[in-house]
């Protein structure tokens, strides 16, 4: 509606995770090396957490542009299924027909799918989304998969993607064998206030903005005082104050703006503190060396 009073030439802050506007923060680049890098390297499995809106979905979504055609991949985000809906669903992605309905009979034809692949050097992978809501069993389903190897190597590799919550349920002593599995891990954390202005800056310019700036640079500080730097909520907060520009032909969105969009949205501000602790938190379970090491990998 207002893109074209803003001189854009489409929506600048859509909710799908459209590939032609990745932006990669900080820990959102070193999270992409190390899911990239867990895949091809074959380290069985590999775990991403992170709060909600902070752009898990955007990010599997790029490793998945990235990986090499060689590599088939699973991605399941029912966290409700029952074991046989599991490999029901599994089997439809890897585009299985199953010969019996029994989890015995679909065991032994995976094993010998992913034997065969291997054969021929392809590589599959497995991204189980929302894996905070699976159950114990269904968790204890998945890491009997990670049995499925031959002495050098993986048959498949397994993502489990969740919310911090997931990290708290791995500590639970029943899921201990499955928590001494993951041999990768990282923890998505939000911009910080520099990349909360990239951000904004940089899917103003892929909508096709090329004048002058379209959020004062107060705006821009209580954009990241209310959102805490989550992807989602500055998309949603971004849309509805250019809504709101356009509604008052007002070319520069203002404090005010952002504070009133802010409060018809319902979105509450985090408290300085929280902001202060995201920025200065470690972006991932593994050492900053690391880290480093892994996007040197990439470069």
Do not use: W
Request: charged share 30%; with cysteine; proline share 5%.
């Amino acid at each position: 509606m207002y893109c074209e009073y803003y001189g854009l030439v489409k929506p600048p802050f859509e909710m799908t995770p459209d590939p032609s506007f990745l932006f990669l923060g900080e820990a959102h680049r070193e999270g992409l090396a190390t899911l990239v890098y867990g895949v091809q390297a074959g380290k069985g499995f590999v775990m991403l957490t992170g709060e909600v809106g902070t752009g898990k979905t955007t990010l599997l979504h790029a490793l998945l542009g990235q990986l090499e055609s060689d590599t088939k991949s699973a991605f399941i985000f029912n966290p409700r299924l029952t074991p046989l809906g599991f490999f029901r669903v599994l089997f439809e992605e890897l585009d299985i027909k199953p010969r019996r309905k029994n989890k015995a009979d679909y065991l032994i034809q995976l094993n010998e799918f992913l034997i065969e692949r291997l054969g021929k050097n392809e590589k599959t992978l497995l991204i189980v989304d929302e894996a905070q809501n699976l159950s114990i069993d269904m968790l204890e389903e998945i890491r009997l998969l990670s049995n499925l190897e031959t002495p050098r190597s993986k048959l498949i590799q397994i993502m489990l993607v969740g919310q911090p919550e997931l990290k708290e349920m791995l500590r639970k002593p029943e899921l201990r064998q499955l928590r001494q599995r993951i041999a990768l891990s990282h923890h998505l954390r939000p911009f910080d206030e520099e990349e909360t202005r990239q951000y904004v800056e940089d899917r103003l310019r892929r909508a096709g903005h090329t004048g002058g700036k379209l959020f004062k640079r107060g705006a821009m500080r209580e954009l990241y005082r209310l959102t805490g730097g989550t992807p989602r909520l500055i998309n949603v907060l971004c849309d509805s104050a250019l809504l709101m520009g356009f509604a008052r032909e007002q070319k520069i969105v203002d404090t005010d703006m952002i504070r009133e969009a802010a409060v018809d949205l319902d979105i509450v501000p985090i408290e300085p503190a929280e902001a202060e602790a995201g920025k200065k938190k470690p972006s991932g379970d593994a050492s900053p060396r690391r880290s480093r090491s892994i996007l040197r990998f990439f470069r």
